[in-house]
């Protein structure tokens, strides 16, 4: 009976040229660090629990890899490289002159979601420095980064910096009480991010528009066929070729007549040339379509809509293709909002520019692309006439067609009686 052996999951096997590439790599960066001062520590793939737990580790214990001892005590495969070196400078090394400058080149271990995908093997390569302070050696950490970053072969990249400090320092120019900041449970700022993926720049946290990537090529190609076509009606005039012996120049108009001196005197000749326009135009338009498909618009929203054949369910399937985009955009730009409005209530609060207090926001984007005035004209009608009909009550009719809630419609219940008495008058 065979039975088949697997890596556990999360885990793989790695041959030849990926060991390869990751020596290369490895040795590039060992390199750098020694150049640098650094030396080399490796600690145990297995350490206590608790050296996490007391440490304030920001890895959420679920994604530990633990083991049980004989005498009882939880145990984990290192998830991280911090915590134990640090260990080891408060323990081996506290009688060594600082600063200290320590490489390593270990696998952490952390667990993942079942079958959520991903690697329980982490391959860390890194560098701690400990008992230096200031700009000098923040500025030291971030040139190796830099440089350890470019050793790897990266000629593209960028480093983003974040110290609790700046906030801090914020905070004591505001003179902001600790159980404030405390409280706070949102950045203080908003950006909008598109929902096109970065492609120009992935490890950016902001998105791209939805017109780039391939799209801007078709954009260019638009441009070029409607030059074309602009030429081939500027190049496509009536002309008539005369000599001047025929006719005064005066006596004719200089955009239809060319005059010149011809081997006749009576020369003259009339050019009509066929104009090549319907597929050229044609080919435009197609252009334009295939960049409202890649950006999610309706078929006939940037092309012309008489160059569009599809039948009606085609032309369903295209407006529900921009309407699913409008709703993206729309939930993105509602997120951006809601921090937007997060960040004023807290500034203000902090500030004391208002009283403390709880806010709530209502949005109504409508919908948008597939909203068609006739049929809900017909629907309210109809709707009108189940109302006079008793089949639906005032509560039911205000809610279905004003878009309220109940409490809003009872609200409005005395408005909405005299504008049916008006309305019952008027028929009889």
């Given at each position: 009976m065979n039975i088949?052996?697997?890596?556990?999951?999360?885990?793989?096997?790695r041959l030849f040229s990926e060991c390869l590439e990751r020596r290369q790599v490895q040795s590039a960066l060992v390199e750098l660090f020694r150049r640098r001062g650094c030396t080399e520590v490796i600690t145990p793939e297995v350490e206590y629990y608790d050296l996490f737990v007391q440490s304030?580790?920001?890895?959420?214990?679920e994604a530990m890899l633990k083991i049980i001892d004989r005498s009882g005590r939880i145990m984990v495969m290192r998830p991280d490289c911090t915590a134990p070196i640090a260990r080891v400078a408060a323990t081996k090394l506290k009688h060594l002159p600082l600063p200290q400058r320590l490489y390593y080149q270990q696998t952490g271990f952390r667990d993942r979601l079942a079958h959520g995908g991903g690697s329980r093997e982490i391959a860390q390569c890194?560098?701690?420095?400990?008992?230096a302070v200031g700009e000098k050696a923040d500025l030291e950490m971030v040139a190796m980064a830099v440089d350890a970053l470019r050793c790897c072969g990266l000629a593209r990249f960028h480093i983003e910096l974040g110290h609790a400090g700046f906030y801090r320092a914020l905070a004591g120019r505001m003179k902001m009480p600790r159980e404030e900041l405390e409280r706070l449970d949102g950045p203080l700022f908003a950006y909008f991010k598109p929902l096109s993926a970065n492609s120009v720049e992935p490890s950016s946290a902001l998105g791209v528009s939805v017109y780039s990537g391939p799209t801007v090529d078709l954009i260019l190609q638009a441009d070029e066929q409607w030059q074309q076509l602009r030429r081939e009606y500027k190049t496509g005039k009536r002309r008539m070729i005369i000599d001047k012996a025929v006719m005064d120049a005066s006596q004719a108009d200089d955009e239809i007549y060319e005059y010149g001196v011809f081997s006749s005197k009576d020369f003259f000749q009339f050019i009509n040339p066929e104009i090549r326009d319907?597929?050229?135009y044609n080919g435009f338009q197609r252009?334009?379509?295939?960049?409202?498909?890649?950006?999610?618009?309706?078929?006939?929203?940037?092309?012309?809509?008489?160059?569009v054949e599809k039948t009606a369910t085609e032309i369903l399937a295209a407006k529900q293709r921009q309407f699913v985009t409008e709703k993206?955009?729309?939930?993105?730009?509602?997120?951006t909002l809601d921090d937007l409005i997060y960040a004023m209530d807290a500034w203000c609060d902090l500030a004391r520019l208002a009283p403390a207090g709880t806010y709530s926001v209502d949005y109504n984007w409508g919908?948008?692309?597939?909203?068609?005035?006739?049929?809900?004209?017909?629907?309210?009608?109809?709707?009108?006439s189940l109302l006079n009909a008793s089949i639906i009550g005032l509560v039911e009719y205000r809610m279905r067609y004003f878009g309220e809630d109940e409490k809003t419609a009872r609200k409005m219940l005395p408005d909405m009686e005299d504008v049916t008495d008006d309305e019952e008058d008027e028929v009889e």
């Open positions: 088949p052996i697997n890596t556990p999951e999360g885990t793989r096997d304030g580790n920001p890895i959420p214990q890194g560098v701690e420095m400990i008992g319907d597929p050229l252009i334009l379509q295939r960049i409202e498909f890649n950006v999610g618009l309706a078929f006939g929203t940037i092309s012309d809509p008489q160059s993206a955009i729309q939930a993105a730009f509602q997120s919908d948008g692309v597939l909203d068609d005035p006739e049929t809900k004209r017909q629907d309210m009608a109809m709707g009108l």
